[in-house]
């Protein structure tokens, strides 16, 4: 979803230099230009668009971390208990 917001980006900002509203840059660093723009602005709109998906996902590491460390202690007493 990133790489997409991304490609959005570059693809405005490429029209927008193809149209001559934003400058072409010097020489022959158009390309250059237009994709550091383009890292620059998509970066707080992923930020942004993305919160939801992100917070899931989060959730799932979360869900998945708190039930490792459960097997893991579960492991532990288990042994434990063996041991005594």
Known sequence: MRLGIF???FLTLWGLVYVGVLP??????NLLWV???SIVISAPLSFVLLRKQRDAMSAQIVEKVDSAK????ANRTREDSTVQ
Do not use: K, Q, T, Y
């Open 24 to 29: 072409r840059g010097l020489g022959d660093s």
């Open 70 to 73: 459960a097997r893991l202690e």
């Open 7 to 9: 490609a959005g980006c």
């Open 35 to 37: 994709l550091l723009l």
